[in-house]
């Protein structure tokens, strides 16, 4: 079993930054691509950031190229989003996930999941 927490949400004017934390428990940590995810009101789910065990392959979606950076820590079980330039429609429930398959993985292949962190981006 693998547990993830993650920090760091919160209200963010426009144009403001904020730094996601998910911290991760249990089986090895590396054996894990990590995704970020974000689901905002009656929107389907989407796929934010991904990064590989080593960090080394990343994927972002369109909407965020260029203004968010997934890294990771792996001596400190821990996996980061860099978001700036934030934006209204950045608004949504942050979550982190694992996966044992590809960065390119669906969300059907990630096999554990936090509970995820509100982020708010007021205009």
């Known amino acids: 079993q693998v547990q993830l927490l993650e920090s760091g949400g919160g209200l963010v004017q426009a144009g403001g930054s904020l730094r996601l934390s998910c911290a991760a428990s249990?089986?090895?940590?590396?054996?894990?691509?990590m995704g970020w995810f974000r689901q905002a009101p009656g929107k389907e789910r989407e796929a934010v950031a991904v990064i590989g065990r080593i960090g080394s392959n990343q994927y972002y979606a369109d909407s965020v190229k260029g203004r968010f950076t997934i890294s990771r820590d792996n001596a400190k079980n821990t996996v980061y989003l860099q978001m700036n330039s934030l934006k209204p429609e950045d608004t949504a429930v942050y979550t982190c996930?694992?996966?044992?398959?590809?960065?390119?993985?669906?969300?059907?292949?990630?096999?554990?999941w936090g509970q995820g962190t509100q982020v708010t981006v007021s205009s």
């Open positions: 996930a694992a996966t044992s398959s590809s960065i390119y993985a669906g969300p059907t292949r990630y096999d554990y």
């Open positions: 249990g089986r090895t940590f590396g054996n894990y691509a």
